[in-house]
């Protein structure tokens, strides 16, 4: 069964071609097919997914880049941070992480449970995974928030990165909902001109959700693609693609 999602030690409620209004795991979940091929749980953004193009992360809030965190002792769990101009809803960010950017603590990421809803330039309680912090933090450390890279994917944009590449759309993800993104394998996806046999493909290519011919540097190894802008001399989000 080619199609059938199969993984370590994990049994999956939702098959492939299969669009949900509830979600049926934990974002990110990783299934493969007995072919080599490799997905990830998404949550579809506003606009329903296009079978053959590729999708990116919800475009980076700058305002919540770089803030103002409470003093916090190791373990603790709940972290109080000061929003910058953009409010949050309930549990916005849960599912991704809170990073510490800048020293005390700088280096060290940690999951987020959950959080209330918080005006912007408000103080917002984020409560993060036991055992909570490493390294404590005071009020001179900085922290970004930064959500689950498979929530509310977008479709690649046609000449501007907003966000990282996550996977390609192997069938229609209703808006809202969720469903697998394919992230390795054998793969259609959607070309913008004619890709050589052997060519790299990459995004953004002038056509929205398309791939087109490598023209960079042959010698560069792509390790990831920058989850948000980052700051020389400072820890930034990568998502990481390699084997």
Same mark, same amino acid.
């Given at each position: 069964?080619? =199609?059938?999602?199969?993984? *370590?030690?994990?049994?999956?409620?939702?098959?492939?071609?299969? @669009?949900?209004?509830?979600?049926?795991?934990?974002?990110?979940?990783?299934?493969?097919? @007995?072919?080599?091929? &490799?997905?990830?749980?998404?949550?579809?953004?506003?606009?329903?997914?296009?079978?053959?193009?590729?999708?990116? /992360?919800?475009?980076?809030?700058? =305002? &919540?880049? &770089?803030?103002?965190?409470?003093?916090?002792?190791?373990?603790?769990?709940?972290?109080?941070?000061?929003?910058?101009?953009?409010?949050? /809803?309930? =549990?916005?960010?849960?599912?991704?992480?809170?990073?510490?950017?800048?020293?005390?603590? +700088?280096?060290?990421?940690?999951?987020?449970?959950? &959080? *209330?809803?918080?005006?912007?330039?408000?103080?917002?309680?984020?409560?993060?995974?036991?055992?909570?912090?490493?390294?404590?933090?005071?009020?001179?450390?900085?922290?970004?928030?930064? *959500?689950?890279?498979?929530?509310?994917?977008?479709?690649?944009?046609?000449? /501007?990165?907003?966000?990282?590449?996550?996977?390609?759309?192997?069938?229609?993800?209703?808006?809202?909902?969720?469903?697998?993104?394919?992230?390795?394998?054998?793969?259609?996806?959607?070309?913008?001109?004619?890709?050589?046999?052997?060519?790299?493909?990459?995004? *953004?290519?002038?056509?929205?959700?398309?791939?087109?011919?490598?023209?960079?540097?042959?010698?560069?190894?792509?390790? $990831?693609?920058?989850?948000?802008? $980052?700051?020389?001399? +400072?820890?930034?989000?990568?998502?990481? =693609?390699?084997?």
């Amino acid at each position: 069964m080619a =199609n059938g999602l199969t993984g *370590p030690a994990q049994a999956f409620g939702q098959p492939l071609f299969v @669009s949900s209004a509830t979600p049926q795991m934990a974002l990110g979940t990783e299934a493969r097919t @007995s072919d080599g091929r &490799h997905f990830r749980y998404a949550l579809c953004g506003s606009t329903a997914t296009v079978a053959g193009s590729l999708y990116a /992360t919800a475009a980076e809030l700058t =305002n &919540h880049d &770089h803030l103002t965190p409470a003093i916090a002792a190791i373990g603790a769990t709940a972290i109080s941070v000061t929003l910058g101009a953009t409010a949050v /809803t309930a =549990n916005q960010y849960a599912g991704g992480l809170l990073v510490v950017d800048s020293a005390p603590g +700088e280096g060290y990421s940690y999951f987020i449970v959950s &959080h *209330p809803a918080a005006d912007l330039s408000t103080a917002c309680v984020f409560t993060i995974e036991a055992p909570g912090l490493i390294v404590a933090i005071t009020a001179s450390s900085e922290v970004t928030l930064t *959500p689950n890279p498979y929530s509310k994917v977008i479709i690649v944009p046609a000449t /501007t990165k907003t966000g990282a590449v996550v996977g390609v759309a192997t069938y229609i993800i209703t808006a809202s909902e969720y469903g697998w993104l394919q992230t390795k394998g054998q793969c259609g996806v959607l070309c913008a001109g004619t890709i050589a046999v052997g060519a790299a493909a990459v995004s *953004p290519s002038g056509t929205a959700g398309a791939v087109v011919t490598d023209p960079a540097d042959a010698s560069v190894t792509i390790v $990831g693609y920058a989850l948000v802008a $980052g700051a020389s001399g +400072e820890v930034n989000q990568v998502l990481l =693609n390699l084997t």
